[in-house]
C-alpha cells in the first residue's frame, strides 16, 4: 500500500525560496509566533462564549456550512448549494446527512490548492485537530470521525481555545439595536476572556437596507428614545455608541457601496429621513444620507473616541436567484471599482486633521493601494489603513498591500491584521499566515540591506501585535 | 574575426533564478513540454489548410506584413508603415522590395529585448527554421536566406508544420455570415487535422459596424431566412450556429467596447432593429442592442452547448489617420479600463447558475483580474477565466495572472492557455512559453510548501492541456 | 557602551537576494555608476546656481523645511505643521529653534524605514555629508552639528555640488510668465554649469487658477504683447516659448487634473477666453479651455520642437484646512484615477504620427502603465513614457513600472529617469536608485535568458543616460 500524502507544515513554509531570505524571515517569525493574538474586527458569533458549554456541532457544520469562503469555490465548480446542506429561506430540502456533503468536501479538496481557504484548512485540521493525513476523498471519513471525536472533548469548548489560541482580546460585529446580551452573559459569568463588540450602524444608517422603518422601530425601543425625526434618531445612535463603549466597544464599523461623503444641513437631512420614514426616499436620497451620516459617525468619533472603520466596495447579494433561495453571504459579493480622493475629501476636511480621531480604511480594489489610500495615510493624521481584506487576505494579497502601500505610508500607518472571520477555529491559522507574509517581508529588505535587522525587530512586533493593540485603543 | 551573437534557447529559460525553483520548473516543465497543443481560440486563416500546398511567401510575408505586434513596435519608433510594405487603402505606394524591409527589420530587433515578441521570434526561428546567429544588422540577409530556403521546402507546408507542431485541435475564427468554405474544403480532403470554426457575429450584431446593413443582407442570403425584422434575424443566428456547430465548432466569440448586458423586451429589440434596418439607430441604441444580443447569445448557448467567449475593453482603431490609410488591425487598438461587476449582472443572474452554460470572460483591464473575475469566476457554475489576453500574453502578465486570480478562483476556473495568433508559425513557441510560465508558478508554490509535488504535476498538466480542452468541450 | 547604529550602504545593497542576480546586477550597475547625471525635469530653484555664494541655511532648513516628502510623514503620525516650522500664510507662529525640529526628526526618522525617501536620506546623510551613525534620537544634535559645519565649507556651494554629483545638464520648471533673470545670471557669470529652463504655463492656462487674470496681465508685460483676446494669447505664448528656446530651453512641462484634449474652434477658444477675462468662465469652460490648450501647446511643439510633457492626475491641494494655513504643496495632493485611451485620441489623432513631436507621458495612476501607457507608446510615434513619478519614484513603483511597460512598449519607448526634486543634495542618491533599479532589472532578464549580457549593457547604458539626453533633445 502506498503512503498516504500527508499535510504539509514545515517551519518555514510559505517563505521565498532564496536561502537568505527564509534564514532571516524564520529568525522574525519565530520573534512574533508565540505573542497573544488581537482580534479587534471578526464575526465570530458571541453566543459561542456565553454559553460555556457551546459544541460547535458536526465537522460539516463547523467547516462547511457557515463558510462562504469555502462553499462557494464547490458552487462555482457545478456542487449545487443544496447538495451542501446549505439552509434556503424557500423550503427547498438540502442535504442533511453531514458525512455526505463532507465527503463531496473532500472530493473536492483539490480546488483549494493555492488558495488562503487551503492553506488556512490544512494548518486549522493539523495544528488545531491533530489531522496528518491530507484531505482526499480516501481519508474523507477518518478525518470527520477525527474531528467529531474532538469537537466532543471539553477542550474544544470556544472558552479553552480562546486560551489555547492565546488571544489577548477578540471583537465581535454587531448591530446598532443590539442589546449585547451575550457580551452582558460573558461579563457576568466571570469569564476572563476579553470579548468585545463593536457598532456597526449600518442596518439603521443606509436607507435601503430593507426593512429600514423595522430597524427604526426597533432603534426607538433599545436606545428607549422615540425615534420620529433626525435630531431623535441621532440621539438614538448616540445612545446606543455610549452604550456600545460602555460594554467595551473601542471602535464602530460602516459598510458602504461606495465611500462617498456629504455634509448635509440638518434640514435636509431630516427631509430625507422623514421621506424614508414615510417609504418615500428615493435611491438618491439613500446615497447622501449614507454619505451624511459616515460624517455624523466621524463626528461622534471625534467626541466619543470610537475608532471608526470604513469598508467599502462590495456589491452584495450579485447573485439574485442565489440570493432569494438561500440569503445573504453566500459567496455571491463581487468587488467593485472604489474611489477615495474625492469621496472621502468632505470628511477628511472636516475631521481627518483630528488628533482624536482615527479611521481605517479597507478597500477591495486594489488598485486604490498606491494610487489613493497610501497618500492619504501618509498625509491625513487621522487615517491609517486596515489589512488586506476578504479576497486580499492572501499570502500574495498581503505581500502586494505591503509593497504597494509601505513606501508611501510607512509601516507606521498601518495598522496590524484583522482576522474579519466567522470561521473561529481558523483564527490561528489566519494570524500565523499574516505573521509569516510580514517576516517573509522585512527579511527581503533586510538581506537587500534596506533596512537593519533591528529595524525588523522593531517592525515585526509592530506589524503583529503593537499596531493593532494601538490603533484600535485596546 | 568576433564570434557572432547566437540565439539564447537553454532549457531551463526564463526561469526564477532561484536554483530550487528551477530545478523544479524544469521538472514540471518536463512533463507536459510534448503535450499536444490544444488551440481553442485564435486568428488562423483556414485558407492555408484547405489548400495542400499553400505556401507563406516571403519571409517578410511570414514575419513582417501581417504581424501588428511587429510592425507597431517598429511604427512607434518612427519607421513608416510603407517602409514595411503594409498595403495601404488609398493607393499610396509602399516598399515592394522584401529584402530591403527585412533589412530594416534586422536593423531594429533590439527593440523586441524583453518583449514576448522578441521571445517568440527568437524561439520561431531557432526551432522551427534552424537559425541559431541572432539577428542583427550583419545577419539579416543570410537569415532572410535561410528562411526563405525552408519556407520553399514540403516540410514548411501548414499541414506538414500542423503534425510538426503536435497539434490535436486548431479553431479559427470566423464571421457569422461565412460559409466556411475552406472548412468545408479540409473536411472533404480527408486530411486528418482538427480544423474547427468559432462563431463570431460582431458584424451583425454591433450596429455601428461599418456596412452592418450589407452584413444583415449577406446573412439574408447565407441562412436562407429572409432577415426583415427582429425574430427572423434571431432565426438567421440561430440558423448560423447550427451549421456551425455541424461543421465542427464547439464556440462563440463576442467582442464589445464594453460587458455591458441588458435585456430588452422583443418589442424594443424589433424597434432598435428597425431603426438599424433604415439607418437610424442611434449610439444608444448601438450599445443597448450589443448588451442585449449577448444575451440572446448566452440563451442560444443554453440551448446549443456552444460555450461562449467575450472579449471587451478594445478601444479599436485609436489612430485615426492610420485606419484611414491602412484599414483596420494595424497595433492601434489601445485597451480600455472595463466594469465587469455590473455590466455582467443581468446575463449572469439569468443563466449564470445554468450548468449547461460556459462563458469565457477576457480583459485588457488586469486590474479586474483581481478585483471582479477571480471573484465572479469563483462564484458563478458559468464563468470561468480566459488566458492574459494580448498584451498580457508574456511572461509577466501571464505570471500576474496566476498570482491575481488564483487565490480566489484557483486554478480550476481557468481554461488554459489560447494563443490567439494569426501567425501560425509562432504558435509552439507561444504555448512553450505559457507552460513554462505556468511551471515556475507552481515551482514556486512547491518550494514554498504551498503545495506539494504530485499537486503541481495535475496542476500543470490541467493547465498545459486539460483545461483547454474540457472548457472548450473539445 | 553599545556600538552606535550604522547607516548600511553596501555595494550591493538593494538589489535581488538570488546571488547570481546580484552579481550581474553589480556588473551592470558598475557600468553606469559614474555616468554624468542628465536631470532633464526637475524643480530646483535657478537662484541657487545664479548666487556663485549662494548658502543652503541650516540642517533643518536643507532637509525639512522644503520637503514636504518628509514633512508629510511626520505630519501624518499626528506632528503639527507648526512644530516643523513650517511657515504658515495666516501668521499662525511656527517652531524656530532648528535644533529642536531637528530633534523631532530624528526621533521620528524610524517612520521612513522601507520608504524611498529615507533610502534616499541614508544615502545623502552617508555620501553627500560623510555622516556614518544611523540618525537617531540619541545622535540626532551630532550628526546636526556635522552637516552644518559642512554647509559651512566652500565645497558645499551648489555650483561646486553641481561638479561633484557630475551634473551634465540640470533642468528647472519655470511660469511661462518668469524672465528667467536667475538663468541670465548664470549665463553671465561664466559658469560652466548647463542649467536650462522648462516652460510651464500651467498659471495662464488653466482658468481655474487663483489669479489667473493678473497671470494674464503679467504675461502682457513680460512678452510686450497687450493680451486682450484668444490671437493676442497664443502670440504671447508663442513669444513665451520662443524666448525660453533662446535660453536653453528643450521642453515644455503641462499638469492638468486629466489629461482631456479637445480641439475648440477659434471662436468657441476666443468666446471662453473672454468670459475668462470678465471673471465669468465657468468650470466646464475651464476643462475644456484647458483641453484645447494642451492640442495648442502640441501644435506648438511640432513647430517649434520643444518636447511637451504631461503630468495628469493630481488632485492639488486636497487637505483646505493644511492648504488655508500654509499653501500648496504641503504634501496633501492626493492622485486621481486616470484615463488616457480616450481623452488623449484627439490629440493623438492630430499630432501623434508627427515626426518632430514628443509628447512625454507620466502618470500617478499605475492602472494605466500596462492598460494604456504601454500600448499608446508601443504604437504612436510622438508617445514616450516618463519615469515612474512622484510616489512611484521608489525602488517598487520603478521595478513595477519596468515590468507592467516594458513587455508592450520596449525600454525604448521610455525616457530614463526624471529626479524631479527641489531637494538638490538628493540628487545622486535619486538617481543611484534608479540606476541599481535597472541593472537589477536586466540582471534578472540576463539570467533568465530572456537577453543576452551584450544586450543589457546597452540597455543600462540607454537607461541611465542614452535615452534622457535624446528624448529631451539634450
Redesign the interface.
Given at each position: 500500500m502506498p503512503e498516504r500524502?500527508k499535510i504539509?507544515?514545515?517551519e518555514?513554509?510559505?517563505?521565498?525560496?532564496?536561502p537568505?531570505?527564509r534564514e532571516v524571515a524564520l529568525a522574525l517569525y519565530r520573534e512574533v509566533a508565540n505573542l497573544p493574538l488581537i482580534c479587534p474586527h471578526g464575526h465570530v458569533d458571541p453566543r459561542v462564549f456565553a454559553d460555556p458549554d457551546y459544541r460547535f456541532g458536526t465537522p460539516t457544520e463547523l467547516f462547511i456550512i457557515p463558510d462562504h469562503y469555502v462553499f462557494?469555490?464547490l458552487?462555482?465548480?457545478?456542487i449545487p448549494l443544496e447538495a451542501l446542506g446549505i439552509p434556503t429561506r424557500d423550503g427547498t430540502p438540502v442535504e442533511t446527512d453531514h458525512r455526505k456533503i463532507w465527503q463531496i468536501f473532500a472530493e473536492h479538496f483539490?480546488?483549494?490548492?493555492?488558495?488562503?481557504t487551503g492553506?488556512w484548512l490544512n494548518h486549522e485540521l493539523y495544528s488545531v485537530f491533530g489531522v496528518r493525513d491530507?484531505l482526499t476523498e480516501e481519508t474523507a471519513q477518518e478525518i470527520y470521525d477525527q474531528i467529531a471525536e474532538k469537537l466532543e472533548s471539553p477542550e474544544f469548548r470556544p472558552r479553552r481555545l480562546y486560551e489555547q489560541f492565546n488571544i489577548e482580546v477578540l471583537a465581535t460585529t454587531d448591530p446598532a439595536t443590539s442589546t449585547l446580551e451575550h457580551h452582558q452573559a460573558i461579563r457576568d459569568s466571570g469569564w476572563k476572556g476579553r470579548i468585545i463588540p463593536t457598532f456597526r450602524p449600518d442596518a439603521v444608517v443606509n436607507l435601503d437596507t430593507p426593512g429600514w422603518r423595522e430597524q427604526i422601530q426597533r432603534l426607538s425601543e433599545v436606545s428607549g428614545i422615540d425615534v420620529t425625526d433626525y435630531p431623535s434618531y441621532i440621539r438614538a445612535l448616540e445612545q446606543r455608541r455610549a452604550f456600545f463603549k460602555e460594554m467595551g466597544a473601542t471602535a464602530t464599523d460602516h459598510a458602504a457601496v461606495t465611500p462617498y461623503t456629504e455634509a448635509l444641513s440638518e434640514r435636509e437631512a431630516d427631509a430625507i429621513f422623514q421621506r424614508a420614514l414615510r417609504g418615500e426616499a428615493s435611491a438618491d436620497d439613500a446615497v447622501r444620507f449614507t454619505g451624511h451620516m459616515l460624517m455624523e459617525m466621524a463626528r461622534m468619533s471625534v467626541e466619543d473616541g470610537l475608532v471608526m472603520q470604513l469598508h467599502p466596495g462590495s456589491?452584495r447579494n450579485?447573485?439574485?436567484?442565489?440570493f432569494e433561495r438561500f440569503g445573504p453571504d453566500m459567496?455571491?459579493?463581487?468587488?467593485?471599482?472604489t474611489?477615495f480622493?474625492?469621496n472621502l475629501?468632505p470628511l477628511?476636511?472636516r475631521y481627518?486633521?483630528e488628533?482624536n480621531f482615527t479611521l481605517i480604511l479597507f478597500t477591495?480594489?486594489?488598485?486604490t493601494f498606491?494610487?489613493?489610500l497610501?497618500?492619504?495615510?501618509?498625509?491625513?493624521?487621522a487615517?491609517k489603513l486596515g489589512p488586506p481584506w476578504w479576497?486580499?487576505d492572501?499570502?500574495?494579497?498581503m505581500m502586494r498591500f505591503r509593497?504597494?502601500v509601505?513606501?508611501?505610508?510607512?509601516?507606521?500607518?498601518t495598522v496590524g491584521f484583522n482576522d474579519d472571520t466567522r470561521a473561529y477555529p481558523s483564527i490561528p491559522a489566519r494570524h500565523d499566515l499574516a505573521r509569516r507574509v510580514d517576516a517573509n517581508w522585512l527579511a527581503?529588505?533586510v538581506?537587500?540591506?534596506?533596512?537593519?535587522m533591528?529595524?525588523a525587530q522593531?517592525?515585526i512586533h509592530a506589524a503583529a501585535y503593537g499596531l493593532a493593540k494601538q490603533a484600535y485603543r485596546l
Open positions: 500524502p504539509l507544515l514545515p518555514d513554509r510559505y517563505f521565498d525560496p532564496d537568505r531570505v462557494r469555490m458552487y462555482s465548480q457545478g483539490y480546488l483549494f490548492r493555492g488558495t488562503p492553506m491530507r456589491f450579485h447573485n439574485q436567484p442565489i459567496g455571491g459579493d463581487i468587488p467593485l471599482a474611489e480622493t474625492r475629501r477628511l476636511n481627518g486633521n488628533k477591495l480594489d486594489e488598485t498606491s494610487r489613493e497610501a497618500p492619504l495615510a501618509g498625509h491625513y493624521p487615517v479576497f486580499y492572501s499570502w500574495n494579497g509593497q504597494l509601505s513606501e508611501t505610508a510607512g509601516l507606521y500607518n527581503d529588505l538581506v537587500r540591506s534596506v533596512i537593519a533591528d529595524e522593531e517592525m
